[in-house]
């Protein structure tokens, strides 16, 4: 059972809304909310002396997002500080304890879901007990996600409008997702797939690319690989592709000259690549119908 509030009551300005359980119980066998729903969710702001302990975890699995101030998790035996613009993902079950710093207490949007696809998110997002905090590179973008379903849960909390929180919810997981895969600008990954886009019409080595943005080229690769799921090679015959599949759909360039344009300045090796990737020949993608 949760430990109480390390304070006796809430915080000036505070947000909070909680599902009655048995509510929760009809929501899990409901048709889309059993996948997913937001069982509790709230704005805490400037939440000094705010904190919990469950020995036990929790049935839900629980999203922070501090937007202010700082504050610390312990979770997997791991101790996280937590930050402006980090969020925080404690899968349920996980026994965790959670507060705010003495000296400048976090401010936090915050929320709780569960159902059948949670922990398949959660595992998208690259979270485990032990490496539970995500970088944001928006956090404007995940609290406005936040305050939508406060806002949702707000007004009423019928079945139609835990689903509406629960694609809400959906989206906020999935950026997570994003946010933790994706590259920081200035990160050497973000720099190599900036050098890629820049250079769709031509070839690239690995070795020189790596040492171009610092990393050796097995490190380079396994960052690819984590982010991309493919090698660099594969990365840039996609982002040539993409090139090909626009100049195709908007242009009356032929195929050849399609072709040089992104790097490939054999028509028949161009057409070959392009096959492989889509399963069809550049002449017959165009004349598909589209949109």
């Not at 929790?58 to 202010?68: K, L, S």
């Not at 690819?224 to 996609?238: I, K, N, W, Y």
Request: aromatic share 6%; proline share 5%; with cysteine.
């Amino acid at each position: 059972m949760d430990s109480p509030l390390e304070r006796a009551t809430g915080f000036d300005n505070q947000r909070l809304c909680v599902l009655p359980r048995p509510l929760v119980a009809e929501a899990l066998g409901r048709p889309v909310t059993r996948r997913l729903v937001v069982t509790d969710a709230g704005y805490f702001p400037h939440a000094d002396a705010h904190g919990r302990h469950r020995p036990r975890g929790a049935e839900e699995t629980i999203v922070i997002v501090c937007v202010g101030g700082s504050g610390w998790i312990e979770a997997g035996g791991v101790r996280h500080r937590i930050g402006s613009s980090t969020a925080a993902v404690i899968p349920g079950g996980v026994p965790h304890a959670y507060g705010a710093s003495e000296s400048d207490p976090w401010t936090i949007w915050w929320c709780h879901v569960r159902g059948s696809d949670v922990a398949e998110l959660v595992e998208a997002s690259g979270v485990d007990p032990s490496r539970i905090t995500v970088s944001l590179r928006s956090v404007d973008r995940l609290t406005a996600m936040l305050d939508e379903i406060v806002s949702a849960l707000e007004r009423d909390q019928s079945p139609a409008r835990l689903v509406a929180t629960a694609g809400m919810a959906w989206r906020m997981l999935t950026q997570l997702a994003v946010d933790r895969r994706l590259p920081e600008e200035g990160e050497p990954l973000e720099r190599a797939m900036r050098y890629l886009e820049d250079r769709v019409d031509g070839s690239i080595r690995v070795p020189e690319l790596a040492a171009l943005v610092g990393v050796s080229s097995s490190h380079l690769s396994a960052l690819f690989r984590d982010a991309t799921g493919g090698g660099v090679l594969a990365h840039h015959t996609s982002l040539k592709m993409a090139r090909a599949r626009r100049l195709l759909d908007t242009t009356a360039l032929s195929v050849a000259e399609i072709g040089r344009e992104v790097g490939m300045a054999d028509p028949f090796y161009f057409s070959r690549q392009f096959r492989r990737m889509h399963g069809v020949s550049p002449s017959t993608y165009r004349s598909q119908r589209k949109g």
